[in-house]
């Protein structure tokens, strides 16, 4: 190449790198796009957030609540059951099927934050493990084999949990009759439940500060903490919790049987109760953020709103609206995946929002904050 | 009219200001190019290059690399889904399959959260652990690899679908013993022992035994693009450099080829590649057959279903699952910026670890999988077998490694293990408790480095583990 050419285009490429550099700039400018942002990050950088408070009340007034919860409606379950056991009759069984229900709202929130001993000591897939093994479970049934919570603890997690007693209660919506349930079925139904109530017994032991305090292990991140180095470690778990959940209900939980139009893949079918399982779901990032269960606590919030007011109040919204457009698919679900499909496919959109809103905005905030 | 004045004298504000900037954010990257030690510590943050994850929680393995396109990223979850799926004895509306007999019910269950498995604690199930078993082959040369026992195979599944017998139980007793450092510093050591009980029939008496823990899932895709040629040049199979360290490489059989290829997978590297990695997983784990080996684990014994409805997992299925362990982003370094890290590092490199824990390696092409490829990694492994001494020896061959032989197993991520699956047991069959009780059970090719740790002064053997912790 001759230099001169060189030189001719070189230039020309300067000027046309300029060119699109200054249309773009002219175009943010016009549209303000960018501005927004710039100051958020700014005002993350300078601000240090002292998050201990909020890493306690996660912990203690939102993890560890709902775990108790949790253990305490599972015992409830537990007496209904042996009621049905020692007198099968209707009113028995819809009491237990009723408290199989509330049983799986703090469940299903809990899923908000699935790290930590419910995974590592195996209690998510022995509580909750999908699909049931009914071939295996109609072998056990059948046998002769003794039914008691250890043979039960012996078994695979897909015979046991919430989804094997919602099994045996319910069956096929809420039609069950008590004159249908066997004796068999009756004992492997306390048998299993007694089970259920030893787990969740266990989970809410590894979070308490009187057991194995994993309650402490995050709200003194980055302090004596052996597991968070640092309080944004903490706080980034905080907000991944949020966003596997908006993830898994967004593209899994409604999408999968929706795009596939299969009823099989529905989650908790036999109880017809997916639309309040996906709503409690969505509740418990609505709990993580406001930093309540019972009690309130401070939360996610309070740092977000110290930031960018803005994004706060837009988010507590979206996560009510994606609780609300939920609450409006038709019961059951698994009619409404091919009967209502607009009602569906708003409320993954709605789940989608928050998810969206969690990935780009919140955790590139906690990313970009500095903490204690 | 006015408008356009407008926007003309805004273009000249621009182009000035365009200008401005182009001179400060030379100045800023000449800043940066002038200090290499900065340049260097960006880049080793980055342990897997472009699909580097900055996540050191709980999710830390199980991230999508970020660089997938979106495409990537769909088919990427679309395998995450088949990795979580759990499956059941057949006929089943979802995921049937399973078994008769196996080891576990989903990849999940093993792998927690695409990370390391453990052995059992007292009373509790084998879950993210097991055990492979053969036959002495006193006159073969290797290339057949591990000789079947009959009834058994070469993987003793401890769990069956109702009404099938397991084919056995293990149990797993320690015995305590102690290793002490030059500064008089008491180290516990725990030596494992195995005994195959509830036998479903008789077992020869000369069976071999190999216990392997569940080994983390991310940066799989990198290693498998690392060239065949970086591997065996760092090969010194009968160390003529005379530094004590060897490096062998292994041959296995590639099912896809239909003869032997390089093995990088696995605790003896005896996988060649990923996908027959996965496959063998669902075959020799789950019962579950695909395409690439068709035939049930089972098939020759009493538990065998005889159906004949093999491959029960589809293509696509062993496709997109392969593609979700090929494309798991790497953990990022930590506290790189701290001194003892530092130090550490140093450490590691004049104890000479590093002469098999190889920091850096470059990826080649992995066909179909551009985010692996051409990638500077640090996965400090040379994916290469070495002699581990008498104590970590399982004893049992496996292709052209010996019964003292492990591959060099990477180490990024390793101390995330903490945070992502709530322990820290190390090793093959996760007799460590700790990192230090890793190091000091290393022999063999491995001993004079042990002994420089053994000689170290406390604080610089935790700088060494601090060291280790920020990988």
Redesign the interface.
Known sequence: MRFNQYLTKLFCRTLSA?LV??IG??GC?LTGCGSDDDDVTTAAEESVFDASTTLNDFANKVVLATYTDLDNKAGELLGAVQALNAAPNQAHLELAQAAWKAARTPWEQSEAFL???V????LD?ALD????????LD??LN?GQGLTEASID?L???LKGFHTIEYLLFRDGDQRKAEDITPRELEYLTATTENLKAKTAQLRRAWEASGENYAGEVANAGDTS?????QK??M??MV?GMI?IADEVA??KIS?PFNESDT??VESQFSFNSISDFQDNIRGIQNVYMGKFMADGQGLNEFVNGVDPNLDARFQTEVQTAIDTIGAIPDPFRDSITAQRAAVQAAIDAVSTVQQTLENDILKLV?DSNFE | MMVETVKSNYISYVLFFIALLCTLIAACDSSDLTDPAKMEVSDKKFSGGETTVFDATSHAFSTPAPNLSADGLAKHLEGDVEFEAVFVTVPAEVNPGLGPVYNNISCINCHARDGRGRAPTSGEKLTSMLFRVSLPNPNGDGTQGPVPVPGFGTQLNNRAIFGVPPEGTVTINYTEGEFMTSDGVKVHLRTPSYKIENAYQPLPDDVEISPRVAPVVFGLGLLEAVPEATILALADEDDQDGDGISGKPNYVWDVQKNGLSLGRFGWKANQPTLIQQVASAYHDDMGITTSLLPRESSDGQPQYDGRGDDPELSDEILDVVTFYVQTLAVPARRGLDDPIVQHGEELFESAGCSGCHIPTLETGTLSDVPEVSNQTIHPYTDLLLHDMGPGLADNRPDFLASGSEWRTPPLWGIGLVKVVNGHTNFLHDGRARGLLEAVLWHGGEAEQSRDAVQGMSASDRNALIAFLESL
Do not use: C, H, K, M
Request: glycine share 8%.
């Open positions: 300029l550099l200054s700039l002219i400018s790290f930590g001993p995974d590592t000591q195996g897939p493990s999908w699909p049931v093994n009914r071939v295996d072998g056990v046998s012996a695979e997690d897909t052996t597991i968070y180095q640092s470690d903490a980034q778990e991944n596997v593209n899994g999968d099989t893949l990313l």
